[in-house]
Every structure is written in structure tokens, then in C-alpha cells.
């Protein structure tokens, strides 16, 4: 297949810029509607229609022109790359997490306790606002962080770890973000090409933390106070029981009898 030449890959795809009547003119970048994404798509058809006429100009055999036209084809199919992955993504690496065996327990109390609460508080009976399968992909992503310290799973890859479906991950991941347990970050990065580098969607990351706005709201509502008789471990202060309570008479002595004999001994 010989080189397109760029009028006609204007002409295409960008029928505005040649005037060219619009309606007879297929168009395959529905994404491309504003100005200024028309005009990044035209500089993306250059650079495409450039990096082409490069590889054709390279290729030694049949074989590798083929090639070198699928691909142009290709990308000419599929479109500009920045209509390709989601609004908000941004090229970030995924944040370091400190999360320890405390904090995991606190994190893992706080769902507990609101997901009990929901439970006992539902409008329908037998409901529950947070679902058991939430508590699996926050373990997940919590055994993620303690051992590497970042979290960026697929979401098929963190399915698997939490023995749920995608669709569940999903669900619960909301779920979770809307409580404040976690923090999703989109991000995208740049991939090497034969036609050049391009923009893809890559895996999220994610903030495992303790619940914020919401959920802590909640866990104010639903967490149960101690049932410890002792003082908190967070005090400062030290009784000793001996303090607190009357020392125990001594074993086989009636009552009554003890105090007697302490009364006679101060008066003698």
C-alpha cells in the first residue's frame, strides 16, 4: 500500500480544515468536538502521516512496507491518543503508604463497626450499606501496602486477590472512596510505538487511609464505647489497684473481729 499523502488524511478525517462538506466525509473521532481538540488531532494526523513516510522510506522489503501500512492504519483507526484515556488522569507515580499492623487493625475496626451499624440501622430488613465483599478488597489493598508499600492493582488482578468479579471490585471501590477509606488516583503514561510515543490509561492508584469525612462521620455514630473497666492504654496516669479498692481481710477471720483488735491496739 503506498504512502497516504497528508491532504488526503486531512481531507478524512479533518473535513473543516479542507473544506470539504461534512456529511459525505466519515469521521471516526467522535470525541473530537471542540476547537482546540480539532486542532490537536490535526497535529497528531501530521505527526502520524510523518512518522509513515519515515518507515516507508526505511523499509527494505514488501513485508516491512505492509507492515509499516498496517500500523498507520491502525492508528488512524483507533484515533488521536488523548481521547483515549479517562478526564483527571494524570502522569503520577503511585504515593508511598505507611501502613503497619496498627493501623491496619484500626482501619479494618472502623469498616467493621460501620458496616455493623448500617446493618442494624437499615431502612429494609435483611439490607445493609456496606456490603461483606467490601471488607475483601479493603484487605486487599491494605496486604498490598504492607508489603510493598504502594497500591496500584488492575482491577482484574485485585478481583483476584479479594476472590470477587470485577464488577464487585468496582462496586465496592466506590463504596469504599465514598466512606474515605480510600483515595483513587487516575493515572496515564507514554508508551514507546514504531509510529512514535503515545498516551495510554494505566492501572489506578490508590490512598489506603482511616475513614475520612463520611465514614468518619459514621464511625462517630456507630462505634460502641469500651467495655474495659480499666483505664485507657493512651493515659498518662497510673493507679494501682491497691489504691483503689480496701485491702482484703485475712482468710478465716470473722468480721468484725480485725477491727476490734486494731481498735484495743491504738488504745493501749
Same mark, same amino acid.
Given at each position: ?41 490535526? $497535529?497528531?494526523?501530521?505527526?502520524? $502521516? ?24 491502525? $492508528? ?63 484487605? $486487599? ?128
Amino acid at each position: 500500500m503506498p504512502a497516504i499523502p497528508l491532504s488526503d488524511v486531512l481531507q478524512l478525517h479533518f473535513p473543516e480544515v479542507t473544506g470539504a462538506p461534512r456529511d459525505s466525509v466519515p469521521s471516526p473521532t467522535g470525541k473530537v468536538t471542540s476547537p482546540r481538540s480539532r486542532n490537536r488531532a490535526a $497535529a497528531w494526523a501530521q505527526d502520524m $502521516a510523518r512518522a509513515h513516510a519515515y518507515m516507508s522510506s526505511r523499509a527494505r522489503s514488501e513485508a516491512e512496507q505492509e507492515a509499516a501500512d498496517r500500523l498507520y492504519e491502525e $492508528a488512524l483507526r483507533q484515533g488521536p491518543d488523548f481521547t483515549r484515556y479517562r478526564t483527571g488522569s494524570d502522569f503520577r507515580e503511585a504515593p508511598r503508604l505507611n501502613i503497619d499492623r496498627n493501623a491496619y487493625a484500626r482501619i479494618i475496626f472502623a469498616l467493621e463497626m460501620i458496616e455493623r451499624g448500617t446493618y442494624r440501622h437499615s431502612r429494609k430488613k435483611g439490607k445493609q450499606g456496606i456490603p461483606r465483599t467490601a471488607a475483601r478488597v479493603l484487605k $486487599a489493598l491494605l496486604g498490598l501496602a504492607m508489603r510493598h508499600g504502594r497500591v496500584y492493582p488492575s482491577l482484574l488482578g485485585l478481583a483476584q486477590l479479594a476472590c470477587v468479579c470485577k464488577q464487585t471490585v468496582v462496586e465496592c471501590l466506590k463504596l469504599l472512596e465514598l466512606y474515605g477509606f480510600v483515595v483513587v488516583h487516575r493515572r496515564c503514561k507514554r508508551i514507546r510505538t514504531p509510529l512514535g510515543f503515545k498516551v495510554v490509561q494505566d492501572t489506578n492508584a490508590y490512598t489506603v487511609q482511616e475513614p475520612r469525612g463520611l465514614g468518619a462521620l459514621a464511625l462517630s455514630v456507630f462505634q460502641r464505647a469500651s467495655e474495659s473497666r480499666k483505664l485507657a492504654a493512651s493515659s498518662f496516669q497510673s493507679h494501682s489497684i491497691k489504691e483503689q479498692k480496701q485491702n482484703p481481710l485475712p482468710w478465716g477471720i470473722p468480721d468484725g473481729v480485725y477491727g476490734n483488735l486494731r481498735v484495743q491496739w491504738e488504745a493501749s
